[in-house]
Protein backbone atom coordinates (compact mmCIF):
# COMPACT_ATOMS: atom_id res chain seq x y z
CA UNK A 1 0.00 0.00 0.00
CA UNK A 2 1.58 3.20 -0.99
CA UNK A 3 1.83 5.90 1.67
CA UNK A 4 1.57 9.50 1.26
CA UNK A 5 -0.92 12.34 2.19
CA UNK A 6 -5.01 11.75 2.12
CA UNK A 7 -7.10 14.10 2.27
CA UNK A 8 -8.80 15.06 5.36
CA UNK A 9 -12.24 14.13 5.18
CA UNK A 10 -14.25 16.62 7.30
CA UNK A 11 -18.07 15.32 8.32
CA UNK A 12 -20.91 17.62 9.11
CA UNK A 13 -22.13 17.02 13.05
CA UNK A 14 -25.30 14.76 13.14
CA UNK A 15 -28.58 16.44 12.99
CA UNK A 16 -31.89 15.07 13.62
CA UNK A 17 -34.14 15.79 10.38
CA UNK A 18 -37.15 16.69 10.04
CA UNK A 19 -39.10 13.84 8.71
CA UNK A 20 -43.01 13.90 6.85
CA UNK A 21 -45.81 12.45 8.16
CA UNK A 22 -46.46 8.43 6.60
CA UNK A 23 -49.97 7.89 4.83
CA UNK A 24 -51.63 4.82 2.98
CA UNK A 25 -52.53 2.17 4.88
CA UNK A 26 -55.33 1.96 2.12
CA UNK A 27 -58.98 2.37 2.10
CA UNK A 28 -61.62 -0.12 2.38
CA UNK A 29 -62.00 -3.30 0.15
CA UNK A 30 -64.44 -2.28 -2.32
CA UNK A 31 -66.31 -5.51 -3.94
CA UNK A 32 -68.39 -5.70 -6.65
CA UNK A 33 -72.04 -6.39 -7.27
CA UNK A 34 -72.98 -9.48 -8.20
CA UNK A 35 -73.89 -9.10 -11.52
CA UNK A 36 -70.67 -7.11 -12.28
CA UNK A 37 -68.36 -10.00 -11.10
CA UNK A 38 -70.63 -12.67 -13.06
CA UNK A 39 -70.07 -10.86 -16.00
CA UNK A 40 -66.64 -10.18 -15.89
CA UNK A 41 -65.46 -13.88 -14.61
CA UNK A 42 -68.11 -16.54 -16.13
CA UNK A 43 -66.36 -16.38 -19.60
CA UNK A 44 -62.67 -17.51 -18.02
CA UNK A 45 -64.51 -20.22 -15.76
CA UNK A 46 -66.25 -21.50 -18.87
CA UNK A 47 -62.83 -21.86 -19.91
CA UNK A 48 -61.05 -23.21 -17.38
CA UNK A 49 -64.54 -25.86 -17.23
CA UNK A 50 -63.92 -26.77 -20.79
CA UNK A 51 -60.06 -27.51 -19.97
CA UNK A 52 -61.34 -29.89 -16.67
CA UNK A 53 -63.83 -31.55 -19.02
CA UNK A 54 -61.29 -31.95 -21.98
CA UNK A 55 -59.01 -33.65 -19.51
CA UNK A 56 -56.24 -31.24 -20.31
CA UNK A 57 -56.21 -29.52 -16.93
CA UNK A 58 -56.16 -31.34 -13.34
CA UNK A 59 -56.31 -30.89 -9.95
CA UNK A 60 -53.50 -32.08 -7.69
CA UNK A 61 -52.27 -32.14 -3.83
CA UNK A 62 -48.72 -30.88 -5.22
CA UNK A 63 -47.69 -27.96 -7.14
CA UNK A 64 -46.29 -28.70 -10.16
CA UNK A 65 -42.44 -28.77 -9.84
CA UNK A 66 -41.89 -28.05 -13.49
CA UNK A 67 -44.14 -25.36 -14.78
CA UNK A 68 -44.75 -23.27 -12.02
CA UNK A 69 -46.71 -21.45 -14.18
CA UNK A 70 -49.79 -23.91 -13.95
CA UNK A 71 -50.55 -22.71 -10.55
CA UNK A 72 -53.57 -20.87 -9.93
CA UNK A 73 -53.61 -18.54 -7.37
CA UNK A 74 -56.86 -17.03 -6.11
CA UNK A 75 -56.80 -13.56 -4.25
CA UNK A 76 -59.14 -13.49 -1.36
CA UNK A 77 -61.11 -10.53 -0.19
CA UNK A 78 -62.73 -11.54 2.41
CA UNK A 79 -62.22 -14.19 5.41
CA UNK A 80 -60.84 -17.31 4.17
CA UNK A 81 -63.94 -19.16 6.34
CA UNK A 82 -66.26 -17.43 3.97
CA UNK A 83 -63.79 -18.84 0.86
CA UNK A 84 -63.69 -21.85 2.35
CA UNK A 85 -67.02 -22.27 2.90
CA UNK A 86 -67.95 -21.33 -0.48
CA UNK A 87 -66.11 -23.64 -2.29
CA UNK A 88 -67.76 -26.80 0.00
CA UNK A 89 -70.73 -25.77 -1.84
CA UNK A 90 -69.10 -26.49 -4.74
CA UNK A 91 -69.18 -30.16 -5.62
CA UNK A 92 -65.61 -31.71 -6.72
CA UNK A 93 -63.85 -28.85 -5.64
CA UNK A 94 -61.85 -28.48 -2.27
CA UNK A 95 -59.65 -26.00 -0.44
CA UNK A 96 -56.17 -26.95 0.02
CA UNK A 97 -54.26 -24.83 2.55
CA UNK A 98 -50.73 -25.16 4.17
Known amino acids: MATGNF ?3 LFPV ?3 AERSK ?3 GGGSVHIPELTRQL ?3 TPQL ?3 QQAFDAKRLKLQQSAPME ?3 LILVI ?3 GTIADFSNA ?3 IPGLEWLVE
Do not use: D, F, M, W
Request: proline share 12%; hydrophobic share 50%; charged share 15%.
Open 7 to 9: PLL
Open 14 to 16: PAQ
Open 22 to 24: LSG
Open 39 to 41: ARI
Open 46 to 48: TVL
Open 67 to 69: NPE
Open 75 to 77: EVA
Open 87 to 89: VAK
